[in-house]
């Protein structure tokens, strides 16, 4: 197959088509995971023994300032990040408060879709696409939909097959 790149509709953030001279560059794309969900490692604590006050003191002193803390219905904590050193702290934490947490990148805020339309790419098994894109990001495709998941919260221009 020969090199070419195709442009990728965001279908997430708007209905714009994004073309490779769309003036992006490289330096506005990061590629780390910047929502985490924090989670009590054993079912005999919860997080209800703290206020606010001391989740946010325990953030800021373990961690830094963060963009977004919630509580979500479930007693989990979901987090918001923009700075990847945040994320590779927050990936290693295993305390807050003195209680055992197990922190997670959220299975679908990291990760954004577009639809990828390509000739070469119709008569491809969806088990090789994977294989061949997996290291521009891509980790799911759906074939008859040209749906394509990326592994990056900012949508990939263009995607390479070469």
């Known amino acids: ?15 714009k088509r994004s073309c490779p001279d769309s003036g992006a560059s ?24 703290l206020t ?3 989740l946010g003191k325990a953030f800021k002193a373990q961690i830094g300032t963060l963009v977004t803390v919630r509580c979500l219905q479930l007693g989990d904590i979901l987090i918001e990040t923009d700075n990847p050193t945040y994320a590779s702290m927050l990936q290693k934490m295993d305390s807050l408060a003195h209680l055992p947490v197990k922190v997670t990148p959220h299975r679908t805020l990291n ?3 577009g639809i990828v339309r ?5 008569s491809c098994d969806v088990a090789e696409i994977l294989t ?10 759906v074939p008859k939909k040209h749906v394509t998941t990326f592994s990056k919260l ?9």
Request: charged residues 25%.
């Open 52 to 54: 606010a006050f001391d």
């Open 26 to 49: 490289d330096d506005e794309i990061f590629d780390f995971s910047r929502w985490f969900v924090v989670q009590l490692a054993d079912d005999k604590t919860s997080f209800n023994s």
């Open 118 to 122: 390509s000739r070469e790419l119709a």
């Open 111 to 113: 990760a954004s879709k």
């Open 132 to 141: 061949e894109l997996k290291p521009q990001g891509v980790i799911h495709r």
């Open 154 to 162: 900012t949508l990939t221009i263009s995607v390479q097959l070469q």
């Open 1 to 15: 197959m020969y090199a070419s790149s195709y442009c990728v509709t965001n279908r997430r953030h708007s209905n």
